[in-house]
Nanobody, 126 residues
Framework: QVQLVESGGGLVQAGASLRLSCTVS????????MGWFRQAPGKEREFVAA????????YFSDSEKGRFTVSRDNAKNTIYLQMNSLKPEDTAVYYC???????????????????WGQGTQVTVSS
């Protein structure tokens, strides 16, 4: 059974940093692309960041460029989302997602991903 477990969320003030983690079990991790999405109350789930299977390529939504970085540690079956200079509008539940098939590129659409975590809440106060 494939499981993705996010951690690292919390309540912080604007300008602070957080690092989210997502650990994958139940499948081969080192050859699949991964992504981060978020969903704020009353809004649709939106793309945040993506990383290729080997970590060589990353991509961010425009609002996160320069503030967020994404990385992976294949030895730990874990990806990370480092979030700096957080803003109140970053408040959301953050989800990690995994592709079903190996290799490929990077993917920004939620429908491209098969496996999802349960999410971790990030709240940024002003």
């Amino acid at each position: 059974q494939v499981q993705l477990v996010e951690s690292g969320g919390g309540l912080v003030q604007a300008g602070a940093s957080l690092r989210l983690s997502c650990t994958v079990s139940g499948r081969t991790f080192s050859n699949v692309a991964m992504g981060w999405f978020r969903q704020a109350p009353g809004k649709e789930r939106e793309f945040v960041a993506a990383i290729s299977w080997n970590g060589g390529t990353t991509y961010f939504s425009d609002s996160e460029k320069g503030r967020f970085t994404v990385s992976r540690d294949n030895a730990k079956n874990t990806i990370y989302l480092q979030m700096n200079s957080l803003k109140p509008e970053d408040t959301a539940v953050y989800y990690c997602a995994s592709k079903a098939y190996p290799f490929g590129g990077i993917y920004t659409r939620a429908l491209d991903y098969t496996y999802w975590g349960q999410g971790t809440q990030v709240t940024v106060s002003s």
